[in-house]
């Protein structure tokens, strides 16, 4: 990256000066092996590459599985990123995530505790989910919702980019939106065709979170937290019972 595919966006970025964030499928050699990430890139003004990232919270399922309407085979295809990083960039400290990571308040957090001021996530979900086809109805909130309470609790704004739209005979939820570190929605598409949402973002907003309500240095207590990085799950007795603390 940048290859004959996508040059063409690096050469226009530079004539521009503008930077822009894409996502994409990384075939990599590591150490003499192949391997997979679903992968997004930063690129500066200057149209050089200042940040990689690889998703990390893959969802759906690894198999073929007949019964679903469609197939979320990510699990299959890609394997975990590492971490979530940040970079000096564009006045600010920027970051990224991609689709399911933005449910994962631990997303955020990480990135937040580096004084990240702006996390740029692409995202392609259906408005249908096999499995939970209750929630159906509530994508589109719970997709504002999770970025929102993001962005307030790390005092950044969150910039949320989706496919929109019917591809290959699914329908994708859309919401593409610009989030305030009030949590606050300043810009928002409206529909699921071609749209752009434009806000001004003034970075030094977010140091009115950062240093009152969620000044970290002043209010965390990491020494509470273990249980969140010790454990993966919910661990469960022979009884069927959780085990507490």
């Not at 970025?13 to 890139?41: M, Q």
């Not at 759906?60 to 599985?65: P, T, Y």
């Not at 719970?142 to 962005?151: D, F, P, W």
């Not at 002043?218 to 085990?243: F, L, N």
Request: charged share 20%; hydrophobic share 40%.
């Amino acid at each position: 990256m940048p290859g004959p595919e996508t040059q063409a966006l690096f050469d226009l970025a530079r004539e521009l000066g503008i930077g822009f964030c894409l996502g994409y499928a990384e075939l990599t050699l590591e150490a003499g092996l192949v391997r997979r990430y679903n992968t997004s890139i930063l690129v500066n003004k200057s149209g050089a590459i200042v940040l990689k990232y690889r998703k990390v919270h893959l969802p759906g399922h690894a198999e073929h599985e007949p019964w679903r309407e469609f197939q979320h085979l990510e699990k299959r295809y890609f394997e975990p990123g590492s971490g979530f990083g940040v970079v000096d960039a564009f006045g600010g400290v920027m970051g990224m995530a991609i689709c399911n990571d933005r449910r994962w308040s631990e997303t955020y957090r990480v990135m937040g505790l580096q004084g990240v001021e702006m996390v740029l996530i692409g995202y392609n979900t259906p408005v249908h989910n096999p499995p939970a086809p209750e929630h159906d109805d509530l994508s589109l909130f719970h997709n504002h919702l999770v970025m929102q309470a993001g962005a307030y609790q790390n005092g950044t704004f969150v910039v949320g980019v989706a496919k929109a739209g019917i591809e290959e005979g699914v329908d994708h939820i859309g919401g593409s939106c610009i989030i305030a570190p009030s949590g606050e929605i300043i810009a928002a598409c409206t529909t699921k065709g071609d749209e752009i949402a434009l806000a001004r973002c003034d970075l030094d907003l977010c140091n009115s979170y950062k240093r009152t309500t969620f000044n970290f240095d002043v209010h965390r207590q990491p020494r509470a937290y273990g249980m969140i990085v010790e454990r993966k799950g919910v661990t469960i007795m022979a009884d069927g019972t959780p085990v507490k603390g």
